[in-house]
């Protein structure tokens, strides 16, 4: 080959170089035009709107309060004359005390107190009611009263309104004791309470 003919192709490679060299850089790297792999489809069910409860917890309640328990309940013959001019023959029940003379008492139990507590300063339901000082003391509060047939001043606190009335029971070979107080006034009974005033005190022996 002569030198023109050698310069030539020597030129025209070198011109078709670039062309070359570019279609090598553009062409893609071998698999990375395929599609990328398909995720795994889950298996875990959709979520529930209501879940259904889970039976493996433990379920957590609220405490109820505790319930004041009554002292005594039944029918009741009256042992002196005040509980026989006031009520005669009584009838205890959750939420009322009756007399067999029309006397009726609507109450709320609200506390079982220690005969050794004061209802007002100085003065102690176990005194009262003349029992020991850890005898348990059922307190009701009075919502409606109604006096006796025929002679309302014979009730418990007379014509004033009676506020409260303390229980207390005590077992005996003929039957349960059960001995009554009186109480007027608005404020709880307790030391600090100033204007509760004992009415009156009664005790009665279980029906047979």
Request: with cysteine.
């Amino acid at each position: 080959m002569n030198t023109k003919l050698r310069r030539f192709s020597l030129a025209l490679c070198v011109a078709a170089a670039p062309w070359f060299i570019a279609g090598c850089n553009s062409s893609q790297p071998e698999g990375a035009g395929d599609a990328a792999p398909p995720q795994a489809e889950s298996t875990a069910p959709p979520p529930q709107e209501n879940p259904e409860p889970d039976p493996s917890k433990e379920r957590v309640e609220r405490a109820a309060p505790p319930e004041v328990r009554p002292v005594a309940l039944g029918e009741f013959e009256p042992e002196d004359p005040v509980a026989e001019a006031a009520t005669g023959r009584l009838t205890l029940e959750d939420d009322a005390i009756r007399g067999a003379n029309g006397a009726e008492f609507v109450t709320e139990r609200i506390a079982i107190v220690r005969a050794g507590d004061e209802y007002r300063a100085g003065e102690r339901y176990a005194d009262a009611l003349a029992v020991g000082s850890e005898q348990p003391v059922e307190l009701r509060r009075v919502l409606e009263e109604t006096p006796p047939d025929g002679e309302p001043g014979a009730a418990f606190c007379g014509d004033m309104d009676t506020g409260y009335i303390a229980l207390a029971s005590m077992p005996s070979d003929s039957g349960d004791t059960v001995k009554l107080i009186a109480l007027r006034g608005e404020s709880m009974p307790a030391a600090a309470a100033e204007d509760v005033t004992l009415c009156a005190a009664a005790h009665y022996q279980a029906a047979r």
